[in-house]
């Protein structure tokens, strides 16, 4: 095979010690893309960065995004972004665009949320089993937790470097008391209805957070896909329109990625912002549910 070699303004990422999954080669490529966007590199480069002909990278990442490596940069421009949040006049009327009602996104038809009990909560789960296990997601691999009541947590890991260890004390610092213990089989299901929803079948989740962060939950809850709004929006919505700094700790907080949508929150400059599983992850995110959301209306028929 052709050894393909970086132009000398370009950065390079390291090299991978294994064969990559279709994800991670996407993954490597929006990094290439961060590091050298000043650059404005061809599909040629990016292809390059990712070790494969610009002919298989184009098809592979169209495969996972459903539309082109150069469609899906443009979601990502502060521009296209700051445009979005312009179209958002409030977290009410987002959720009505996107064809949802409140209190929650898609009710019953996809996920509701429940809070543990005050005494739960202080005991810190005490007298809760939670089940644990490691699968394989379109983002990457992901640490889904759930208790009988529902799933607790949701956990993208780094797609080269799937450590479950912070992921775990996390579960633990946030259940102290509850008994934990790795059960694939009861997670697996759960997993498999996150990324491939059914009408009919809503996903449940319980978690713990204090009132101000479930709050917060909730509210996330009503962005549709190929929404996003503000943090200015969410507080708003929870009528604590100057406790930003607060609303930012909550939407950080969030234990359930993907499904309790924090990655939809944005900064009103368009910048994408902090996010609790990596920069590269929220970008891949927002760009794919984009994609889903313009090919479901039509523009890419």
């Not at 050894?3 to 294994?18: C, E, K, N, V, Y």
């Not at 390059?48 to 082109?68: K, N, Y």
């Not at 990457?140 to 529902?150: I, K």
């Not at 993907?258 to 368009?270: D, N, Q």
Request: aromatic share 8%.
């Amino acid at each position: 095979m052709q050894t393909l070699l970086f132009p000398p303004a370009f950065s390079p990422l390291p090299a991978a010690d294994q064969p990559l999954t279709d994800y991670q080669r996407v993954a490597r490529a929006i990094r290439f893309l961060e590091a050298n966007f000043r650059q404005q590199p061809s599909l040629d480069d990016v292809a390059a960065a990712v070790h494969l002909s610009p002919f298989h990278f184009q098809r592979l990442f169209s495969e996972w995004a459903g539309i082109s490596p150069k469609r899906f940069v443009q979601y990502l421009t502060a521009d296209f972004l700051k445009q979005r949040l312009a179209q958002t006049g409030s977290l009410t009327e987002a959720a009505e665009a996107a064809g949802l009602s409140a209190p929650s996104r898609l009710h019953d038809l996809f996920v509701t949320l429940e809070a543990v009990t005050p005494h739960e909560f202080r005991t810190g789960g005490a007298g809760v089993r939670i089940a644990y296990g490691l699968h394989d997601t379109p983002f990457g691999p992901a640490l889904l937790s759930a208790t009988e009541r529902g799933i607790c947590g949701l956990a993208l890991l780094a797609p080269e470097q799937p450590d479950t260890s912070l992921a775990l004390a996390d579960l633990r610092k946030a259940w102290p008391e509850a008994h934990i213990e790795e059960d694939t089989a009861r997670t697996a299901p759960l997993l498999s209805r996150a990324f491939a929803p059914s009408a009919g079948q809503p996903l449940h989740l319980l978690v713990r957070g204090t009132n101000f962060q479930v709050k917060v939950w909730e509210a996330l809850l009503r962005i549709g896909e190929g929404q996003l709004v503000s943090y200015q929006h969410i507080a708003q919505a929870i009528g604590q329109p100057k406790a930003l700094q607060a609303v930012g700790s909550a939407v950080g907080a969030n234990p359930v990625a993907y499904l309790i949508p924090c990655h939809r929150v944005i900064r009103k400059e368009g910048v994408l912002g902090e996010y609790r599983w990596g920069t590269t992850t929220k970008k891949a995110l927002i760009g794919w549910e984009m994609a889903q959301a313009e090919r479901q209306a039509g523009q890419f028929a």
